[in-house]
């Protein structure tokens, strides 16, 4: 089993900056990617981006040259910063982490507002 916990959403103005936080436990030794994905509200959940544990990334169209994708194996602990948001990156965040063994875990989510 893999606990995810995320912290660092809320509400920031267009234009600016965000950093979200998501710790794992648990079955850590067994993650493979980790990453963020996004539900708009009445939209379906939607790619951010990932990071495996060699560090290989992936990023949504919608997100690419604005976030970025980090992890810290050591903290056991992905980032994502999130820079130049706009109204349309208002969403519920999810932590997301997947396992060897092709098990997905997700955390419970941080609601980001960007207002404009």
């Known amino acids: 089993q893999v606990q995810l916990v995320e912290s660092g959403g809320g509400l920031v103005q267009a234009g600016g900056s965000l950093r979200l936080s998501c710790a794992a436990s648990g079955s850590i030794f067994s993650i493979v990617v980790m990453g963020w994905y996004r539900q708009p509200l009445g939209k379906q959940r939607e790619l951010a981006a990932t990071v495996s544990s060699r560090g290989s990334t992936n990023y949504g169209d919608s997100v690419k040259g604005r976030f970025t994708i980090s992890r810290d194996n050591a903290k056991n602990t992905v980032y994502l910063q999130m820079n130049s948001v706009k109204p349309e990156d208002t969403a519920v965040y999810y932590c997301?982490?997947?396992?060897?063994?092709?098990?997905?875990?997700w955390g419970r989510g941080t609601q980001v507002t960007v207002s404009s």
């Open positions: 997301y982490a997947l396992t060897g063994r092709g098990a997905p875990y």
